[in-house]
């Protein structure tokens, strides 16, 4: 399945823009939201291929959104593939949690629009 439309949640006005425009150049359709309900009802609401997803958002933490997609007993976006993004230091037990149910984990601070667009290619090909 090739990775087309992608569904960013980021409540930062600057990262989410320009990773946005990288996106949009490199020919993804993108939604964006900017706290955690939108994105979680964005994300029930509409089949993504790929879901980026922050962990500290306004309303609802992306852990919460992560666990209400992926970690019930119900897979409710088994098409999408997720990323979390963060900066926020998560201790090794909360990491592990969110690789289990997450195909990424990124930290803002060392991704470039460049990696990231190189995250998404390689995740494309598996």
């Known amino acids: 399945m090739?990775?087309?439309?992608?569904?960013?949640?980021?409540d930062d006005r600057f990262i989410g823009e320009m990773y946005a425009r990288s996106l949009q150049k490199a020919g993804y359709e993108i939604d964006w939201t900017v706290d955690g309900n939108d994105g979680l009802?964005?994300?029930r609401n509409k089949d993504y291929d790929l879901i980026l997803l922050d962990v500290m958002l306004p309303e609802r933490r992306g852990t919460d959104i992560l666990d209400a997609l992926k970690g019930?007993?119900?897979?409710?976006i088994p098409n999408?593939?997720?990323?979390?993004l963060t900066n926020f230091e998560q201790d090794d037990e909360s990491r592990t949690a969110m690789e289990k149910h997450a195909n990424g984990y990124l930290i803002k601070a060392e991704i470039t629009p460049s990696k990231l667009l190189d995250v998404i290619r390689q995740l494309d090909a598996q």
Do not use: H, N
């Not at 090739?2 to 569904?7: D, F, Y």
């Not at 019930?72 to 409710?76: I, P, W």
């Not at 999408?80 to 979390?84: D, G, N």
């Open 80 to 84: 999408a593939k997720v990323i979390v």
């Open 2 to 10: 090739a990775i087309k439309t992608i569904l960013m949640i980021e």
């Open 72 to 76: 019930g007993s119900e897979d409710l």
């Open 41 to 43: 009802i964005a994300a």
